[in-house]
């Protein structure tokens, strides 16, 4: 069974440039996580979605960053403008659901901004 | 505001010896707890889950859960050098808006030297 694909794994950007990230969950998860890593931080989850819906997307900075899960499988995560604070490594995870089940994580993206 | 807390390390422990991973969370509502293993620029990798109060035992890991005192923790008996990555504690919790959230600490670094 193939894990959670993320495309692109590494990005460069100049500042104030858009950048988005494509998340595709295991077949059949249901809640798909974003979560963005800082270097020697753990993973701050930025939004969540059950099925197509966004239930939780308090932590996302929405004046510059957005996300669609369309269908309710493949997500996309949106920078736009991107600034220089935003270079991270930006994780997407999937779990069955969102009750016990645990979460699976993809390879992530590396986003430098400069 | 939910909370994960870990003493960030480094941890070293000598080869053969147990090594002992902490982990404390602000509320009484979470549901279910992950240690994940996150080698240096690599996604976080399921180790263990456990849902309820007491011990968990799977090969050389071992995770123990006290609800009462917010505590979660990992033993890695007979470690090894290949257990040297970031150990990191998530929480899920289990009502309100944060249902189904996958809250994680900042890790603790694990280093097992030969």
């Known amino acids: 069974e193939a894990g959670v694909v993320q495309s692109p794994r590494y990005k460069i950007i100049e500042k104030k440039q858009p950048v988005a990230f494509w998340c595709n969950p295991i077949?059949?998860?249901?809640?798909l996580y974003w979560y963005r890593q800082n270097l020697g931080q753990g993973p701050e989850l930025l939004i969540r979605?059950?099925?197509?819906?966004?239930?939780?997307d308090s932590q996302l900075p929405k004046d510059r960053f957005s996300a669609e899960r369309l269908k309710g499988v493949d997500s996309t995560l949106k920078i736009q403008p991107a600034e220089l604070g935003d270079s991270a490594v930006y994780l997407c995870?999937?779990?069955?659901?969102?009750?016990?089940?645990?979460?699976?994580f993809g390879q992530g993206t590396r986003l430098t901004v400069v | 505001q939910k909370e994960v807390e870990q003493n960030s390390g480094p941890l070293s422990v000598p080869e053969g010896a147990i090594a002992s991973l902490n982990c404390t969370y602000s509320?009484?509502?979470?549901?279910?707890f992950f240690w994940y293993r996150q080698y240096s620029g690599k996604s976080p990798e399921l180790i263990m889950f456990?849902?309820s109060n007491g011990d968990k035992e799977d090969g050389r890991f071992t995770a123990q859960l006290n609800k009462a005192s917010q505590y979660v923790s990992l033993l890695i008996r007979d470690s090894q050098p290949s257990d040297s990555a970031t150990y990191l504690c998530?929480?899920?919790w289990g009502y309100g808006g944060s249902q189904g959230n996958l809250i994680f600490g900042k890790g603790t670094k694990l280093s097992v030297k030969p």
């Open positions: 995870a999937s779990s069955f659901s969102p009750s016990d089940t645990e979460a699976f």
């Open positions: 979605y059950e099925n197509e819906e966004a239930v939780d």
């Open positions: 998530a929480v899920k």
């Open positions: 509320d009484r509502g979470s549901q279910s």
């Open positions: 456990i849902y």
């Open positions: 077949s059949g998860h249901n809640t």
